[in-house]
């Protein structure tokens, strides 16, 4: 692919995911809501500004800027650094207590092994991914590799790194195959890749929710929860049931309730990537908190991923 073709698709994915954080952010943890109320939300905000999912990808971003790739002690130090200065971000429970343990000098792929039982399969790693999928978009094999390194920070199950190795993955298609390309090509590409039976069979229903209206049904068959299990095949399924529309495969996203920001922003990420940053409405992506910042890193990203 022309290198210059995939600038906009770089934009798109970065700004998609911190603008599907944003208009999520309000409905996380509520009950289902309808489109107009996510329209009338982000209406309201002079601002939009984003949360932890954003911030944690944006230290991912920087630190594969940084050193033209995956260093997991300079990308952890980049978390923990970033975590100090905006600790209000909305951060969950496990990651702060995994960054104490590193600035007291636990090695970086050990710190998370037991915040939870075999570690968190929480979606923190997924909601940050998609750098790593960018930066990876030309080898799969590299992108998984570094998908669970970067996991392994701070969510060691591996239900969490195969959840960010599929978001990663799912982001690299997009940025490659779309706008063009087939949603069953996509859909059996991600299955291809999958590794653990619960996202395959989780991505088998996908299929089944795509020529249904009722947005309803997404979170009743895959779940709308925080585990990584549940939100990823979720974003996944609410980009392919709209992948022509950036606005209507967010807005779904969003409007589904439960994790609705982590889902909202995976969801921006792949829909972002596919239809490059000329397919986001400008009137959001004008309100979005820090867009030049976020512009400059998907710039970063692309000179280095493709150096
Ligand atoms: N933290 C939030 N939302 C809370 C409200 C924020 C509020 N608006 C505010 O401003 O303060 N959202 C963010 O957290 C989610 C990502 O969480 P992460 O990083 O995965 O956290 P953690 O603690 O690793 O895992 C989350 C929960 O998953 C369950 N869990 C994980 N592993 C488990 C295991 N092995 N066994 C049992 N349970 C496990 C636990 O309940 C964890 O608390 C995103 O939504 C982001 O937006
Ligand atoms: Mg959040
Ligand atoms: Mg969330």
Same mark, same amino acid.
């Given at each position: ?12 994915? #970065? ?40 911030? +944690? ?5 920087? /630190? #594969? ?9 300079? +990308? ?26 590193? &600035? ?19 979606? %923190? ?35 969490? &790194? ?19 390309? /087939? ?7 991600? &299955? ?72 909202? /922003? ?12 000329? %397919? ?16 400059? #890193? ?10």
């Amino acid at each position: 692919m022309d290198p210059g073709a995939l600038q906009p698709k770089f934009r798109g994915c #970065l700004v998609g995911l911190a603008l599907g954080d944003a208009l999520g952010a309000p409905f996380e943890g509520a009950r289902a809501v309808a489109r107009a109320e996510v329209f009338a939300a982000a209406e309201r905000r002079e601002v939009l500004r984003y949360t932890d999912d954003t911030h +944690m990808a944006i230290g991912v971003a920087e /630190s #594969l800027i940084a050193c033209r790739g995956f260093n997991g002690r300079h +990308m952890a130090e980049t978390f923990v650094r970033n975590f100090e200065r905006e600790p209000w971000r909305g951060y969950g429970p496990g990651p702060p207590r995994v960054f104490r343990r590193i &600035k007291c000098g636990t090695p970086w792929d050990k710190a998370a092994q037991d915040v939870y039982p075999g570690g968190s399969f929480g979606n %923190g790693a997924a909601m940050r991914a998609a750098p790593v999928g960018l930066f990876y978009h030309r080898d799969p094999e590299k992108l998984r590799e570094v998908a669970y390194l970067s996991g392994q920070i701070t969510h060691a199950h591996p239900l969490g &790194k195969e959840g960010a190795a599929l978001e990663a993955y799912a982001a690299a298609l997009a940025t490659v195959f779309g706008p063009s390309g /087939s949603s069953e090509d996509f859909l059996a590409r991600l &299955k291809a890749f999958v590794t653990e039976e619960v996202y395959r069979e989780k991505l088998d229903r996908v299929g089944h929710l795509l020529g249904t209206a009722d947005a309803a049904a997404v979170a009743a068959r895959l779940g709308n929860g925080i585990e990584a299990f549940n939100s990823v095949p979720a974003a996944i399924c609410c980009f392919l049931r709209h992948p022509g529309s950036f606005e209507d495969a967010v807005v779904e996203a969003a409007s589904l309730g439960g994790d609705a920001d982590t889902i909202a /922003s995976m969801t921006g990420a792949i829909s972002g990537a596919w239809l490059g940053i000329g %397919g986001i409405p400008e009137e959001w992506a004008a309100r979005l908190e820090n867009r030049v910042y976020i512009e400059e #890193l998907a710039l970063g990203l692309w000179e280095a991923a493709l150096a």
